[in-house]
């Protein structure tokens, strides 16, 4: 069987709907960029993963946690994570500094992981991370935001996310989401037209801490 071509896979994508960064201090990097930026509100969570590939390898996710923060920024939205074990090998630890914030990635939607995972390998373009969900965590955010939790059991065996490393021709790296994950991306910037802009009302929890 002829092999796909996958040359043109990337384009006319969703490209930078949101921008990802990775800081010591999630509520203090949002509070900055709220007072530079006027953006948020902002969503916080904790995120697990029952499963975790670095580089094609399993690395033990017992124990891991990703504290992220998620908030509109004009029309598009941002997001920052802290890490707090730095000693497990990630997207993170591979591309930022543990004592400094920094751009970690920009965020797409794609149709099908699967798919970006095969265009990947047909471009030779090399695969940072793959995040598999655990379920738990994933439900108590399903909840939360009123996502159909019949939709998060039935995709809990199947990757949730995906990074590409594209550092070497372009200087950054791509995180890929499929389009189910557009929900949590609309009410993000949905939140921005309700909000009153004040400090009291700025973080809201989102479910999975």
Not at 62 to 72: S, V
């Amino acid at each position: 069987m002829a092999r796909k071509d996958f040359t043109d896979y990337f384009q006319g994508k969703d490209w930078v709907h949101q921008l990802g960064f990775c800081a010591p201090d999630w509520r203090a990097f949002m509070t900055a960029h709220n007072r530079l930026f006027g953006s948020g509100p902002f969503f916080y969570t904790t995120n697990t993963f029952g499963k975790l590939l670095y580089h094609g390898d399993e690395v033990n996710c017992e124990g891991l946690e990703f504290h992220a923060c998620y908030g509109a920024w004009g029309s598009h939205s941002i997001e920052v994570v802290t890490q707090n074990d730095w000693s497990i090998p990630t997207m993170f630890t591979e591309l930022n500094k543990e004592e400094e914030p920094g751009l970690n990635h920009i965020h797409i939607f794609v149709d099908s992981l699967a798919e970006a995972q095969d265009a990947c390998d047909f471009l030779g373009i090399e695969v940072i991370t793959v995040g598999y969900p655990d379920l738990e965590n994933a439900l108590e955010k399903a909840r939360a935001t009123g996502t159909d939790e019949a939709m998060v059991r039935a995709n809990a065996g199947k990757p949730s996310f995906m990074v590409a490393d594209m550092r070497q021709e372009l200087g950054f790296a791509v995180q890929f989401v499929e389009e189910r994950a557009k929900r949590l991306h609309e009410a993000i910037i949905g939140a921005r037209e309700k909000w009153d802009g004040s400090e009291a009302t700025m973080f809201i929890p989102l479910g999975g801490d």
